[in-house]
C-alpha cells in the first residue's frame, strides 16, 4: 500500500484539496485499496476548522466531497508512517524539513515537482480557486501516472 501525506500551510485549502483529488482520481482509476492518502498543516492556526468554503464548492462541481475533513497539524512521526509527504510550495517543504530534521529517505516532494515544476498557489491569499484546483489535479494527475 502506498501512503501518501499531502501538505499545506492551514490544511484547509490546497491540501485537502489534493487529498480529496488524489482520492477521486486513485478510486476512478481502480486502485482505491493500494492507497493511504491523507493531509496536514506545517501550522496549527486552523487545527480543528473544517475544509475552507471556497475548496469545498470547487470540489462540489466535480462531485468530490470533503466530509468529515478538518485540519490537523503535521507531526515529526508522520515522516515514519508515510512512503510520500507532499508539499504545495517551497515555504511548506521548508518548514516539513525543519520539523522531521531532514529527508534522509528522499520522502519530502512538491506537488508540481511531479509535472515540472513550480508551486501551487494557496487560495486563501489569492482567491483563486480554479486556478489551484487546475494545478493541484495536473500535479496529483502526474503524481498518479508516476506511481502506477
Sequence with gaps: MKKILFVC???ICRSPMAEFV???MVEKAGAG???L???AATSAEETGNPVHHGTR????EHGISTSGKYAVQLKR???GKYDLIIGMDDYNIRSMLRLFGGDPSGKVKKL???AGGGN???PWYTGNFDETYDDVVRGCSALLDSLT
Excluded: H, Q, V
Design 33 to 35: 485499496g493500494g492507497f
Design 57 to 60: 464548492k470547487k470540489l462540489a
Design 37 to 39: 492518502i491523507a493531509s
Design 22 to 24: 488524489m482520492r477521486d
Design 77 to 79: 512521526d508522520d515522516y
Design 9 to 11: 500551510l492551514g490544511n
Design 120 to 122: 501551487i498557489a494557496d
Design 112 to 114: 508540481l515537482d511531479f
